[in-house]
């Protein structure tokens, strides 16, 4: 992939003409210029595909140079160039709008690697935020927001809906994903027929083939009459099967031939009983890791894994933070027979930059909470009373400074808004944590492939890359995951 037009900002000449020399047979066209006003000049004309841009300047701030660009939005990706040892620069001008930084010194393939990945992010973003704008809804179902990662999403269900096909449903605990199956089971055929949900993580283990499958009198201590099970009472719509991961292992083959046949039997019974069901499952776990683990079946995964559906956890889909909250807050401020509280300025920062652990529930049950307790608006920061939360995988920890034994929370600050701090009693600098390229790129052709119907042909077409790319990135993507799970 040829990298385009390269405009270089560096007063030194020798180090100019050596990024030159080193892009040369990579780019179409490569523009220097020594100083800031030089470099200006040309981001007036054509737009250059990449900006190598040296913070330091004979007449110019870099730092004031991405500010300005950034507020014009030209949509350049820039690539800041700093000395060693000036990491905290380089890291402050990616927070103002920069994509990545070089740290001198530097070789030519560090260079033409960093200015392809910074080229082909700028690609996928423009491409995303296009596909956005076709495919806008401002919710789904029971479903509210309208960010990419949602829309996404209810077009798999809107997909997957009018068929039979068994689905799997993954997300983090509080993601939505009964909403997610009654949103399948209302835009289906079976709409009118019964919808069952069982949670497998909630009922013992001994009861749960008795909870499925139904028992007949005397068939354990404490069966005292026959009783229907939910594959009986399910029959002619559809079977909900939450934390699949937590159904004991022996029971799984039961379930297996359940779903090929379409025939069981109650506990203790010997018939045969018929049902017609569809059936969707969910699980919090990543479910192909917990089939390497032993708690599901390799068969039974790949029987329910028909039409998989991703939920997003809520701090990937943050513009829709404040919808989300004034929506359950409207409602449940209705439902207490008040009026509608509003939330103020810096509630909505505070909303915005905590990593809400606990998803949608966390926000669902905050807002409800608030309707209750709080008398009159508009509320403020300090009355969400949001727990700082600890180390996990995903949400940086949550620092004690010396002088405060009981200190506030912590929140982070919205990207590209660093300076934006509020009140200091309730905000401390967070630690900085840059999501690595691979994990953005994958998100990014995912949701494309899933705007595509699944269609990778299609969604290579879009993203302007070949099918074959896709492919190849598929396994990269595998090998990086294994490689941080180990």
């Not at 996928?124 to 829309?151: I, N």
């Not at 949900?197 to 026959?226: M, Q, R, V, W, Y």
């Not at 997003?312 to 449940?332: M, N």
Request: charge should be negative; include cysteine; glycine fraction near 8%.
């Amino acid at each position: 992939m040829s990298l385009g037009r390269i405009l270089i900002i560096e007063d030194s000449p020798s180090l100019a003409r050596t990024y030159e020399a080193q892009l040369r047979n990579e780019a179409a066209a490569i523009e220097v210029a020594i100083d800031g006003a030089a470099g200006e000049r040309a981001m007036g004309g054509l737009p250059p595909d990449c900006v190598l841009l040296d913070l330091h300047l004979p007449d110019a701030n870099g730092m004031d140079m991405l500010r300005d660009w950034r507020a014009r939005d030209v949509g350049v990706p820039v690539v800041v160039i700093t000395a060693n040892g000036s990491i905290n620069v380089a890291v402050e001008a990616m927070q103002v709008g920069a994509t990545d930084f070089l740290v001198k010194p530097f070789g030519a393939e560090r260079l033409i690697t960093t200015v392809r990945n910074a080229i082909e992010k700028a690609q996928l973003t423009r491409t995303v935020k296009a596909l956005e704008k076709t495919h806008s809804r401002k919710g789904y179902a029971d479903f509210v927001g309208s960010s990419l990662p949602m829309q996404a999403v209810y077009k798999v269900l809107e997909t997957a809906s009018p068929t039979n096909a068994s689905v799997m449903i993954t997300g983090e605990t509080g993601t939505g994903k009964e909403l997610a199956a009654r949103a399948i089971h209302d835009g289906s055929a079976r709409a009118g027929r019964a919808f069952v949900a069982i949670n497998c993580g909630a009922i013992p283990k001994d009861l749960i083939e008795s909870e499925l499958f139904g028992h007949i009198k005397g068939a354990f201590t404490g069966a005292t009459s026959d009783r229907a099970g939910a594959a009986e009472l399910a029959n002619g719509g559809t079977l909900f099967l939450d934390e699949l991961g937590e159904m004991p292992i022996d029971l799984q083959p039961k379930l297996l031939r359940f779903l090929q046949t379409g025939s069981y039997s109650r506990v203790g019974e010997g018939r045969l009983r018929q049902t017609d069901i569809r059936i969707i499952a969910a699980t919090n776990r990543e479910p192909w890791a917990a089939v390497q683990k032993g708690l599901i079946r390799e068969d039974l995964y790949f029987r329910l894994n028909v039409i998989p559906v991703e939920l997003p956890p809520l701090r990937e889909r943050s513009s829709d933070i404040l919808t989300l909250a004034e929506t359950f807050l409207e409602r449940y401020c209705q439902e207490e027979g008040r009026d509608v509280l509003e939330l103020g300025s810096d509630a909505r920062q505070a909303l915005l930059t905590h990593s809400w652990p606990g998803n949608v529930r966390e926000l669902e049950n905050l807002m409800r909470r608030l309707s209750v307790l709080i008398e009159a608006g508009p509320i403020e920061a300090a009355q969400l009373n949001l727990t700082p939360v600890g180390a996990t995988p995903h949400t940086p920890p949550a620092h004690a400074t010396a002088q405060s034994p009981n200190p506030a929370p912590q929140m982070m600050p919205a990207p590209g808004d660093m300076q934006a701090q509020t009140s200091p009693a309730l905000y401390t600098p967070p630690e900085i944590r840059i999501e690595p390229l691979w994990m953005t790129e994958k998100r990014a052709i995912e949701q494309a492939i899933a705007l595509c119907r699944n269609n990778i042909s299609e969604a290579a077409k879009q993203l302007g890359i070949a099918p074959s790319t896709i492919y190849r990135k598929r396994e990269q993507w595998t090998q990086l995951m294994e490689k941080a799970a180990s």
